[in-house]
Nanobody, 114 residues
């Protein structure tokens, strides 16, 4: 059974940075695509960034130039978040897709507040 586990969330001041990690139970390259989503209180879950197996990336307009998605050569995907604002406060989830298989992690909370 494929599992994803996020880590790295926490409390950060506006303007600060955080790096989220997503550890898969299998090679990250076994997936067609992997992505980060977030869900703020009272709002729908939204796509933050995605990366395909071939390395193509896509970002939400709200995070372009501030966030960066990456992966290592093993089982991990990352989201580097810079210049954080209170509007980035949300639970962040990673997702992996392989054919009809879609797997979600349990989420890691990020709070941006002074």
């Amino acid at each position: 059974q494929v599992r994803l586990v996020e880590s790295g969330g926490g409390l950060v001041q506006p303007g600060g940075s955080l790096r989220l990690s997503c550890a898969a139970s299998t090679s990250i390259f076994s997936f067609t695509a992997t992505a980060w989503y977030r869900q703020a209180p009272g709002r729908e879950r939204e796509l933050v960034a995605s990366i395909t197996a071939g390395g193509s990336t896509n970002y939400a307009d709200s995070v372009k130039g501030r966030f960066s998605i990456s992966r290592d050569l093993g089982k991990n995907m990352f989201l580097q978040m810079n210049s954080l604002t209170p509007e980035d406060t949300a639970v962040y989830y990673c997702k992996a897709v392989r054919g009809t298989l879609e797997v979600w992690g349990q989420g890691t909370p990020v709070t941006v507040s002074s």
